[in-house]
């Protein structure tokens, strides 16, 4: 059984820069796996953030990015602002038309 | 504006059935793979099911174990989630989004099933 994970919580101060993770528990992530990742706050659906590694979701602010780090899927938001604190959730594609998602990370910002 | 809008949750007895309903608009399904995600409250988002655009091909989460069936009408651009034998542990926000690049895109704002 395919478990992908993520830091349960981080904290960033204002204006600083923050990197979770999205890793699998046996093996490495790559960009065969698709990663997504999606934020989100109490009482909302998700908000999709970055998918396929790297591109954008229409609208999403530029300070955040994706990318495979040290075999992970990555999600780096540059400068971050009080509005950013929420839970981030990845997904991965792990084939045969199975999707996976992380525990997911509480991100703080103070 | 494209929207997804989700029905059908509602309060069933162990062992029940619903049918769930995401209608879209703004945006055409017939090209789209579409999933559902669910989401207890207070926890984390765990994939349900995946379709393909023209409802050939569906996938399940293990937990699923035949008691759940998705499935896709384009002609009338939603997507469904028949559930049955229900259980306490189905209980949850259910959530219908497209697929983009193999991952969800769209959301919709959560149809809620209460199982108890």
């Known amino acids: 059984q395919t478990v992908v994970t993520q830091e349960p919580s981080f904290s960033v101060s204002p204006g600083g820069t923050v990197t979770l993770t999205c890793g699998l528990s046996?093996?490495?992530?790559?960009?065969?796996?698709?990663p997504s990742w999606y934020q989100q706050t109490p009482g909302q659906p998700p908000r999709t953030l970055i998918y396929n590694t790297n591109t954008h979701s229409p609208g999403v602010p530029i300070r955040f990015s994706g990318s495979i780090l040290g075999g992970k899927a990555a999600l780096t938001i540059t400068g971050a602002q009080a509005e950013d604190e929420s839970d981030y959730y990845c997904?991965?594609?792990?084939?045969?038309?199975?999707?996976?998602f992380g525990g997911g990370t509480k991100l703080t910002v103070l | 504006e494209v929207q997804l809008v989700e029905s059908g949750g509602g309060i069933v007895q162990p062992g029940g059935s619903l049918r769930l309903s995401c209608a879209v608009s703004g945006f055409t399904i017939s090209n789209s793979w579409m999933h559902w995600v669910r989401q207890v409250p207070g926890k984390g988002l765990l994939w349900v099911s995946h379709i393909n655009s023209d409802g050939s091909s569906k996938t399940y989460a293990d937990f699923v174990k035949g008691r759940l069936t998705i499935s896709r009408d384009n002609a009338k651009n939603t997507l469904y989630l028949q559930m049955n034998s229900l259980r306490a542990e189905d209980t949850a926000v259910y959530y219908c989004?497209?697929?983009?690049?193999?991952?969800?895109?769209?959301w919709g704002q959560g149809t809620t099933v209460t199982v108890s």
């Open positions: 989004a497209t697929d983009l690049s193999y991952g969800m895109d769209l």
């Open positions: 997904v991965l594609y792990v084939a045969g038309g199975i999707w996976v």
């Open positions: 046996s093996g490495s992530v790559s960009t065969s796996y698709y």
